[in-house]
């Protein structure tokens, strides 16, 4: 089962991550200038982009109980993820994804190069 801790472990490691206090005080995590994951629901939800609204589809299709969404994410190729239903591998891949969609190019050709 994965944590908020895990979220905040995984996106800190990424080139050019920082944590930013979001609405309501929660942590969010950005790049210049793009936030790529957030926590909400008193860290049981975390929140991350997706390639585009299909992948987003596919993904609550595909499990439900991990993925899922609210009208607020309507038209927005975000997924919330249930970190009492994935592991920490699994996380590590989907914050990873958010960062790389979000992230400045040289910050993901710097990741790559160093994968």
């Known amino acids: 089962m ?5 979220v905040r472990r995984i ?3 990424l080139p050019g991550a920082y944590e930013h206090a979001s609405y309501n005080n929660t942590p969010s ?8 994951a957030t926590v909400r629901d008193e860290g049981s939800i975390a929140v991350v982009w997706v390639a585009d609204e299909d992948e ?5 299709a595909s ?13 927005h190729p975000i ?4 970190l009492g239903a994935v592991e ?8 990873t994804e958010s960062w790389r ?15």
């Open 29 to 36: 995590f950005r790049t210049k200038p793009r936030m790529f």
């Open 79 to 82: 997924v919330l993820v249930r």
């Open 63 to 75: 499990d439900s109980d991990r993925f899922t969404t609210t009208p607020h994410y309507d038209g």
């Open 88 to 95: 920490a591998d699994e996380l590590r891949e989907l914050v």
């Open 56 to 60: 987003k589809r596919a993904l609550i």
């Open 11 to 13: 996106a800190l490691s």
């Open 101 to 115: 969609l979000r992230a400045p190019g040289a910050d993901v050709r710097e990741w790559d190069d160093g994968h």
């Open 2 to 6: 994965a944590t908020e801790a895990d």
